[in-house]
């Protein structure tokens, strides 16, 4: 049983450049999150995806947006990146529908802006 | 969701039993509480989760007092492979809900030969 993967492991980007970062989540679940973490800081978190629409946002700003498909792989898009940007980011996958939502983890797509 | 207060750093010694302990004092009474642990560019990993009382699993055991304004996490003869940093979480798991988790600084445990 295949846990959460993200591609690609590892992105360099220039600041303006626009970056793409992907999440197939947990075999079983159908709710994808996504959080930042930035070097020596806990996990911040982005948005959740459940049936195609994100219903919750962190402090985030517009030029992160996010989609999911209809097999519940979801897609975090980050326009004119800053070099702020840079950090590990992180996809969690839950089942929605079970008192505790237990979110699993993948290993992150670690994006350096340049 | 409630805040977290948890210890800096912890060291401990291969074989120890190592206790790390989590404030949450405006902890809610819908309020599970649940404990990460996460390696160096790795994504964070579940170790336990609990709503009262003690829970155990092949992992960690985690101690809840009754009043539930803190948790202890408990690793038994710890090695070094579980040098990593230890996030404690308290929020709300409900169904046809949602549950963004927050995290804080976590506890970076080292453990020594």
């Known amino acids: 049983d295949a846990g959460v993967t993200q591609s690609p492991t590892h992105l360099i980007k220039t600041r303006g450049q626009q970056v793409t970062l992907r999440c197939s989540p947990k075999?079983?679940?159908?709710?994808v999150s996504w959080y930042q973490q930035a070097l020596g800081q806990g996990p911040q978190f982005i948005f959740q995806?459940?049936?195609?629409?994100?219903?919750q946002r962190g402090n985030f700003p517009d030029r992160f947006s996010g989609h999911q498909f209809p097999n519940y792989s979801s897609e975090l898009n980050v326009n004119a990146l800053l070099l702020g940007d840079s950090a590990l980011y992180l996809c969690?996958?839950?089942?929605?529908?079970?008192?505790?939502?237990?979110?699993?983890f993948g290993p992150g797509t670690r994006l350096l802006v340049l | 969701l409630a805040k977290t207060t948890q210890p800096i750093s912890m060291d401990s010694y291969e074989g120890q039993e190592v206790n790390i302990t989590c404030s949450h004092n405006n902890i809610a009474t819908n309020d599970y509480i649940t404990w990460y642990q996460q390696f160096p560019s790795q994504g964070p990993r579940f170790i336990i989760q609990g709503y009262k009382t003690k829970v155990t699993n092949e992992v960690a055991s985690l101690f809840i007092p009754a009043d539930r304004k803190s948790s202890t996490l408990s690793l038994p003869r710890v090695s070094l492979s579980d040098t990593a940093v230890y996030y404690c979480?308290?929020?709300?798991?409900?169904?046809?809900?949602?549950?963004?988790?927050?995290f804080g600084a976590g506890t970076r445990l080292a453990v020594h030969p």
């Open positions: 995806y459940y049936e195609e629409e994100e219903r």
């Open positions: 075999s079983g679940h159908d709710t």
């Open positions: 979480l308290v929020g709300v798991m409900f169904s046809g809900g949602y549950n963004k988790l927050i």
């Open positions: 969690a996958s839950s089942f929605n529908g079970e008192y505790q939502e237990t979110q699993y």
